[in-house]
């Protein structure tokens, strides 16, 4: 609590964002709530009639690219039959079981290491590395405080409206470091990977670093720092190039997450609205050339 009371005064406009989100479901106007909000992260105002930059461009994404179908790929639970019939099922993780509410888990009945995970929001995560020392109570608390919350409210993300709230158990996975699980994240417009970005040393110093489509690394960075450790360019990365292409057909913009396990490649989830379109990149320039792949679907 001190620590964010003096985050607070050291940063007033994430102070700011952060009431927004809080007071959220009383502005009705979403256009409204969107401005505000991309003015607090990115400290200019929001050009909705001739967007430029990639965050922009996102912005206008959440305004008028509300496809009904994009509920389901955002459900952490129904996008993987959607996903399981668009490239295989041997990419899918497997679910151990889901259930509407967290009392309902008869933990039991799970392994000694899993995930579990809430289908509707971002960051409804817990995860047991041995269940002799799991505190449920804990998992408890913060799965049901997850499934109270429509993550819609947060930033005006459309697809998760109207996602039924539930918890879903994963099979545990590492990666050959042992100890993670890295992310590969590939940002792809009209069904083409354009760049991706690796997530490292998750959650407590989370890295990220971006890379064009041949795993060059690229100039700039967004929300975290760059790692410190060389990255290596994962066994299966020309498949999973493949299989984003496939996955994001139809789509002005997605992004589509793989984890790669000693060259085994498993699907992680869809995004649309990266960091919700209100995160800066450093330097600015690449905001543009971003935005220049992404091509607003005009009526």
Known sequence: MIDKFFKAVRE?????????????????????????????????????NDPKTFNEKLQWLKLNDRHPEYTKLVDKYEVKKYVADMIGEQYIIPTLGVWDCFDDIDFDKLPMQFVLKTTHDSGGVVVCKDKLNFDIDKARRKLKQSLSRNFYWEHREYPYKNVKPRIIAEKFMVDESGVELKDYKFFCFDGQPKMLFVATDRPLDTRFDFYDTSFNHLPFRQGHPLATKKIIKPKGFNEMLELASVLSQNMPHVRVDFYDINGKIYFGELTFFHFSGNVPFEPE????????????PRK
């Open 285 to 296: 320039v690449w905001d543009y050339k971003i935005g220049e792949w992404l091509k607003i």
């Open 12 to 48: 007033p406009y994430w102070a700011l964002s952060v009431v927004l989100r809080k007071i959220s479901p009383l502005i009705k106007n979403d256009e409204q709530f969107i401005r505000w909000e991309y003015y607090l992260g990115m400290h200019k105002r929001l050009n909705l």
